[in-house]
């Protein structure tokens, strides 16, 4: 498990994933970092959501919810350097979003990169 852990996120939405309901969310608080719920924009809600809906790779079965951690482009853009040695644009001009999927108990399941 990563060492920064989602303590905290806002439900952003749901997506259909095969034929399972998954909760969207992004993360206003982890083991490392708080962000504002101001700080979540319709931007990075509608670019995760499309990423995450473009992402062929399968899903734990456990998988309940997916939420964002950082939105590399998005947060230096925005002003949020929430760290940023993760949020610097290292993947071109291209928004790259770090999620953790979690369980219905909200418990860490894996990592993934959109």
């Known amino acids: 498990m990563s060492g920064n852990v989602v303590k905290a996120f806002v439900a952003t939405g749901t997506i259909t994933k095969g034929t399972k309901s998954i909760v969207l969310g992004v993360a206003t608080q982890t083991s490392n970092w708080s962000r504002p719920e101001s700080g979540i924009t319709e931007t990075m809600k509608t670019g995760f959501k499309a990423a995450v809906q473009g992402d062929t790779k399968a899903l734990?079965?456990?998988?309940?919810?997916?939420?964002?951690?950082?939105?590399?482009?998005l947060e230096v853009e925005h002003g949020y350097g929430i760290n940023l040695r993760y949020s610097e644009p290292q993947h071109g001009n291209d928004n790259h979003y770090t999620a953790v999927v979690l369980d219905g108990n909200n418990k860490y399941?894996?990592?993934r990169h959109y």
Do not use: D, F, G
């Not at 734990?60 to 482009?73: G, L, N």
């Open 60 to 73: 734990p079965a456990q998988a309940e919810k997916i939420v964002m951690r950082y939105a590399s482009t």
């Open 109 to 111: 399941v894996e990592s």
